[in-house]
């Protein structure tokens, strides 16, 4: 299999949600630079994203959608209109300068990802895993639903079977909603019970084809490990994916502000190493994570994991450099950041509550991995949506 590919853009270095949004921190240009420190980012393995043309996005939003976030790029604000019916310019999804560009970034970096894997591979695209978008709005900080361009481009390229499977702490609403009773898409997403957007119910099979497993609080390493083992894999294994896309938010880590499952950031390594072997073509998406030191670091160890580089027990000087530079203005942890956060990549284990209390909500979803395949055929196969038109701006 060829190296893998790392997918970017400067355009995250210069773009904030700015004010007190909890994606006011920087996040993939702290990737790029913690990677390069480490000698983990060769010019051969790197790609800068292309910015997707507003009518690639169509393949999934409204035309008036994209319409609106173009309008609101331009204008540097919005209307109450437009706010209304589109979501723009509230306090979770504000109007910022880069409000269009930004997330045509991150669309073109997973189009791009889908066809770099064309014939095998593994691309990571940590600028990617906005799954909260839905066709008409924004939503969760989401503008763009680019693992649903994502997806909608590996079918356009013939892949029949694709599976995606997403632990971030919160669930994808919005790529559930684009996918269910789809045939050629397996969903398999692992979230924190109780919280936000409140949708994948153990009972939520979206029309058959999605697997949702809330979990409690204090989840940890062990938690996630047993649902990879017992449930994940199992599931990949029966369905044969042709392609798996991993969203792999970092806000399950227990630095992270936005929500309790207490895990390590070994627990997203393994998830991503696992996944590797289970299909030919593998795209690795970022996502949630709003602490700017546990998300960089975070996505680093998942690149060098997949990459096989040891990893270090102290960072060397100009690795610590990076984190150094990092603030967080206004959050308590921002004020004197633990020194593990700015001299460690790896997180020690946390493995969280006994994976007995998980065995009745996965015992009850293992119980529909008998046929699973064959019912996966049997569903509508034909795609719900027009594939994606094949247009992309380079990034500029
Ligand atoms: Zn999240």
Known sequence: MPAPLFIGSEIYR?????????????????????????????????????????AALTAFHTPDYVAALVRAEAEG??????????????????????????????????????????????VHVPGGGTHHALPDRANGFCYINDPVLCLLRLRALGMRRIAYVDVDAHHCDGVEAAFGGAGDVLMLSVHEERR?????????????????????????????????????????EAFEPEAIVLQSGADGVTEDPLSRLEMSNGAHAAMALALAGMAP????????????????????????ALNGHPMPDRLPPE???????????????????????????????????????????????????????????????????????PAMDADR
Not at 23 to 50: E, F, N
Not at 206 to 223: E, H, W
Not at 281 to 304: E, K
């Open 14 to 54: 210069r773009s904030s949600y700015g004010g007190r949004h909890p994606l006011a921190i920087p996040r993939v240009s702290t990737v790029i630079d913690l990677t390069r420190a480490l000698g983990w980012l060769p010019a051969a393995q790197y790609r800068t994203s292309p910015r997707a043309r507003p």
């Open 77 to 122: 604000a919005v209307d109450e209109a437009t706010r209304d019916r589109h979501a723009l310019g509230t306090f979770s999804n504000p109007v910022f300068p880069e409000i269009f560009r930004r997330p045509a970034t991150g669309a073109g970096g997973v189009m791009l990802a889908a066809e770099l894997v064309r014939h095998g591979g593994i």
């Open 196 to 236: 936000w957007p409140f949708t994948g119910a153990l009972s939520d099979d979206a029309g058959g084809n999605a697997f949702n497993l809330p979990v409690p609080r204090g989840f940890g390493d062990a938690g996630m490990a047993a649902v990879r083992e017992r449930l994940i894999l199992p599931a990949l």
């Open 281 to 304: 073509r593998l795209i690795v998406l970022g996502g949630g994570g709003y602490n700017p030191w546990s998300v960089a670091r975070c996505w680093t160890r998942l690149w060098g």
């Open 319 to 389: 690795a610590e450099a990076v984190l150094e530079a990092l603030e967080w203005r206004g959050r308590a942890g921002g004020r004197a950041p633990p020194a593990a956060w700015r001299t460690t990549l790896a997180d020690p284990p946390r493995p969280g509550l006994d994976p007995a209390a998980l065995t009745g909500r996965i015992a009850a979803l293992r119980a529909r991995l008998p046929g699973l395949a064959e019912r996966m055929a049997a569903l509508a196969g034909a795609p719900r949506m027009a594939p994606p038109l």
